[in-house]
């Protein structure tokens, strides 16, 4: 049977060691994770061979999660923000459904995925009965359109960002387009939804997706400005990256974020000539991935570059000790206990 756990080698051991001499945190609060069960898609659903979910039989489970953390963050306490993953074939009432029994409102929150197609009343159904504070939108959901043409206001129809103006919900946006976070469009719409939904609490999942330095730069501004709009971390393992957005953006609102199940994996998000790669020990197709068959390197977790690229990005920002607990704990957790009360979600 094929062995989905995660387990540390020695270097892993060495590399924690040294993490948890540069200041990590007791606490650790995932702002960014895929959590969902095989029954979340339809029978006889398959993943295609090289998809990462296969290396973990095929779903990321509460039990998984939890599992992989007390290997790969030994002693620490920890926290999440979940979700299904975004799939064509993903049963969005199932995944809400599983999302929601894996959330304790304590510890752990819970995000429903949504379609452009799925009505304000369905959505807000779909929240209530779930106990979830927000929701996932995601590109592939818009259909009828190239998928490079599509912009945030498709992925966010007016009726759900009503919604989430008048119940102060949580929305995680993975934005659209090639060039991401540069991207001139992208730029006005961030702004304008934070704007016109204020109430709203948008977070802008992976930095934006800048993952590469030149695409950052000066493209944090606007939505700095806007004081529901919100930052994770998720799959960044870029100092520079980081380091900007950590003297760009208020520092309260950004999170950390893994992207969990993808960061178990071993390898390292590398950028190279305005561009990115995966660096990947296996052989998995996650994005723009290069494998490395002959074992050239031995790779560690995504999830510990991020920490690591996090805590040398923080030291050269001079952020604090009470700044590095904000990011991995108080800005996530406060920002998901505060939305669940709004909502009478409690315990
Ligand atoms: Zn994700």
Known sequence: MQDISVSLTARDRALFGRLVAAGLPERIFDAHVHVFERACFPPGFGWPPRECYNRFGGQHTLEQFLDATQVVLPGRTTGMLSFGTPHSHCDRAAAARYTG??????????????????TAAELEQRLRANRLIGYKPY???????????VRIPHMLPAAQMALADALGLVVMLHIPRESRLADP????????????????????????????????????????????????TAMVNHTDVLHYA?????????????????????????????QYAYLMAEPYAIGSALHDPASTVE??????EMLAATLEAARRAGWTAADVEGFFWGNAHGLCARVAAALGITP
């Open 185 to 232: 469009d992208n730029q006005r719409d961030m702004v304008e939804i934070c704007q016109r939904y204020p109430r709203a609490q948008i977070i802008f999942a992976h930095v934006g997706r800048a993952y590469w330095y030149r695409n950052v730069v000066g493209n944090l501004d606007g939505i700095a400005r806007c004081p529901n709009a919100w930052l994770d």
């Open 139 to 149: 590109r592939s959901y818009v259909t009828g359109m190239d998928a490079e043409a």
């Open 299 to 304: 790779f560690t977790f995504f999830y510990y």
């Open 101 to 118: 029994s894996s959330s304790d409102q304590r510890m752990r929150f819970g995000l429903a995925l949504v379609a452009p197609e799925d």
């Open 246 to 274: 950590f003297t760009h953006f208020p520092r309260e609102r950004i999170l950390f974020g893994s992207d969990a199940p993808i960061a178990w994996l071993r390898g390292k998000s590398v950028e190279i000539n305005d």
